[in-house]
């Protein structure tokens, strides 16, 4: 079964600075599918950002970009230029090629933006 | 846009009650997914379908059931409840294929206290 670890239960940054968030995974798959998803206090899973296994460059979404790191099974999240709409709780996901689009889910990082 | 919605948003049931929740989605998905969230352990998947009156057991099945006899509609069943399913429970569906361009679009979730 694959785990995805996150290792930060709580992130803090400043208006306008840049945080990173680690996620870890543990997988035997070459095929597969990486996820982070954003949820604020309003409970709502907005998905922030997608990378395919097999594609080497790494994803980009206006102030979000990943560091995904196949080998080492790194899938990172910068969130550039933070702004106070960006304090929720992050969750990395895995998802296997052929799971029915079953996710598993990190444990999660809390993002607290200071103005 | 999807809508998946779940009926409730605060639940509270004593011990040992039978409890329904319930989650419909608007986009004629074929797959629907119920997970469990709790702090520190992250979104755990209870059991998901695949079609109508199809069910797989997820990680924790044990205390759970689900039905679903409409497409639309995915309900999670606690036979008896107890305080340890105390929990936040999320609801989400995703339409049918392997490919990443077709994401999980999640409720609102209920939280649901078991007295």
């Known amino acids: 079964a694959q785990t995805v670890t996150q290792s930060q239960p709580e992130m803090s940054v400043q208006e306008a600075e840049t945080v990173t968030l680690s996620c870890t995974y543990d997988?035997?798959?070459?095929?597969?599918?990486l996820f982070w998803y954003k949820q604020p206090p309003s409970r709502q899973m907005i998905l922030v950002i997608r990378?395919?296994?097999?594609?080497?460059q790494n994803a980009t979404e206006n102030r979000f970009s990943v560091n995904f790191q196949k080998a080492a099974k790194s899938f990172s999240l910068k969130i550039s230029d933070s702004q106070l709409g960006d304090a929720a709780m992050y969750f990395c996901?895995?998802?296997?090629?052929?799971?029915?689009?079953?996710?598993?889910f990190g444990a999660g990082t809390q993002v607290v933006v200071t103005p | 846009d999807v809508k998946v919605t779940q009926s409730s948003r605060y639940l509270v049931k004593r011990t040992g009650e039978k409890v329904f929740l319930e989650c419909v989605q608007d986009?004629?998905?074929?797959?629907m997914f119920w997970y469990r969230q709790d702090p520190g352990l992250g979104l755990r998947l209870i059991y998901f379908s695949y079609d109508v009156k199809m069910k797989e057991k997820g990680d924790i099945p044990e205390g759970y059931s689900v039905s679903r006899e409409k497409k639309e509609r995915f309900s999670l069943i606690l036979e008896s409840a107890s305080t340890n399913q105390t929990s936040m429970y999320l609801c989400?569906?995703?339409?049918?294929?392997?490919?990443?361009?077709?994401?999980?679009?999640f409720g609102n979730g209920t939280r649901l206290t078991v007295t």
């Open positions: 986009m004629d998905h074929e797959n």
């Open positions: 997988t035997s798959e070459s095929d597969y599918y």
């Open positions: 990378q395919e296994a097999y594609k080497q």
């Open positions: 996901a895995y998802r296997s090629a052929d799971s029915w689009g079953k996710l598993q």
């Open positions: 989400a569906s995703r339409g049918a294929g392997s490919s990443y361009n077709s994401p999980l679009h």
